[in-house]
């Protein structure tokens, strides 16, 4: 099955302790993004990833860091969270180079103390 | 810079009647223009999408949408609305690099 998988879909955690959230596509795509959604705002990009090795930041790209070793994986980095950043997070891909058509992963709730 | 405005963050309806949920996009070039859904506790899903081909555009579960140059409008319609359907929609504007999302719409849908 064609699919985005994220993981944790929940992480509560606290002030300045790194996480990472991971993002898996099995679709062999080389767009993938990573938003964050918050109420009134809608979706906003964080960083996105154009292919291998290739990335930029979006429009909130403070507090993160992205990395795109293989294709098939972009994490998304908290090296000191916090608590702005509670949100509410999805990775999405496309084929191609133009982020149309996006395919999103089912989002990680992410609380921070 | 491009930028879409959804102009009502929360529509309700009664089942059975016409759903509209506006959208008015800003853009120096010709758009490529997009409806996801968002159903809750779920990712987003695409309904359909706008690039320059046909201006009435088709999508999943009856869901049309009307690309409008002279109003930089692309809002979405539905002849009759389905309790499935109550969900938060956004409608997008893509770029080179990115899709740009309005705030989003949330559709009630009541008996």
């Known amino acids: 099955e064609a699919q985005v998988t994220q993981n944790p879909r929940y992480l509560i955690t606290v002030t300045g302790k790194k996480l990472t959230v991971t993002c898996s596509q099995n679709?062999?795509?080389?767009?993938m993004s990573w938003y964050r959604q918050d109420p009134g705002l809608g979706l906003r990009q964080i960083y996105y990833s154009m292919n291998v090795e290739v990335t930029d930041k979006g429009d909130v790209p403070e507090g993160y860091k992205v990395s795109r070793k293989e294709k098939r994986n972009f994490p998304l980095i908290l090296e000191s969270p916090s608590p702005n950043q509670t949100s509410l997070y999805f990775c999405?891909?496309?084929?191609?180079?133009?982020?149309?058509?996006?395919?999103f992963g089912p989002g990680t709730r992410l609380t921070v103390t | 810079a491009q930028s879409v405005t959804q102009l009502d963050s929360h529509v309700s309806v009664s089942e059975g009647t016409p759903v509209l949920l506006r959208c008015n996009y800003s853009s120096s070039y010709s758009p490529s223009l997009f409806w996801y859904v968002q159903h809750p506790n779920k990712g987003l899903q695409l309904l359909l999408k706008?690039?320059?081909?046909?201006?009435l555009v088709k999508g999943i579960n009856g869901f049309e949408a009307e690309f409008k140059k002279s109003e930089t409008s692309f809002h979405l319609t539905k002849p009759s609305a389905h309790m499935s359907d109550a969900a938060e929609y956004f409608c997008?504007?893509?770029?080179?690099?990115?899709?740009?999302f309005g705030t989003g719409t949330r559709l009630q849908v009541t008996l």
């Open positions: 706008y690039t320059s081909a046909a201006t």
């Open positions: 679709m062999n795509h080389e767009y």
């Open positions: 997008a504007i893509g770029t080179a690099s990115k899709l740009t």
């Open positions: 999405a891909s496309s084929f191609g180079l133009r982020p149309y058509e996006q395919y």
